[in-house]
């Protein structure tokens, strides 16, 4: 090959990664092309296809019920293969004013299941002109989620509180069952926390009680995932309505209650 012309195969997706071209150098010196096109993907030996893969919620979600109302918490860690595309993301979706879900699984899953039930739940509520049941919307999303069963990758904690149960943690794994728990956990992170959550849930707690378990328990999780991290949203839902708070990624309250 003669030595002024560029051998382009070295250039990976280069109509997308330089699209002006200024890996490419002259005739006149400069770095050579190959040199600076050494270190694109220097950490993956040049393969770039982890890019590709779909926005994954290895996440560590939760929620629990106390008489009153209920408390649901999230990490912030959104990833695409190896790589972290968001770190503050927001995995806690209102459905409406007194109903949350925290997501797990592929993002674009959750986000679509999410999107359709808030839609039927307006419709339901134009409807019958009151609030839907927190136990209506999760069976929309089991509806959803057991039909789809084959495509979706989608883990969701329901919670919320209406007038008639008061607060409630329904469980949807994959797959689309419907559990009703006192508190549930899910994501990639929950398999670290069983032991804590068994050991410091305690049946009667209050709804500051109920904040600190939650925030403790993703702390650990967060702690020992490698999908997991950010910072912890949480969302106290009741009577008065919902309440959001933020733990911010270097102030986690980890160790014991």
Known sequence: MDAGLIDRSRFLDREVLDPHRVMETSRMGGASASAMAAGVGQHSGGNLD??????????????????????????????????ISN??????????????????????DTQAISDYVTHFINQHRME????????????????????NKEALMAGILVAGWDEKEGGQVYCIPVGGALVQQPFSIGGSGSTYIYGFCDAYYKPGMTAMQCEEFVKKAL??????????GGVIRTVRIDAAGAEKKFVAGDKLPFGPL
Request: proline share 2%; with cysteine.
């Open 50 to 83: 982890f890019l590709k893969q779909a926005v994954d919620l290895g996440t560590s979600i939760m929620a629990v019920a106390y008489d009153g109302g209920v408390v649901i918490g999230a990490d912030s860690r959104t990833s695409t293969g190896i790589y």
């Open 87 to 108: 770190r503050v993301s927001d995995k806690i979706t209102k459905i409406d004013d007194r109903i949350f879900v925290c997501r797990s699984g592929s993002a674009a």
């Open 128 to 147: 019958f002109g009151k609030p839907p049941s927190v136990k209506t919307a999760a069976n929309f999303f089991r509806q959803l989620c057991y039909t």
């Open 219 to 228: 702390s650990h999780a967060m702690a020992r995932d490698g999908s997991s």
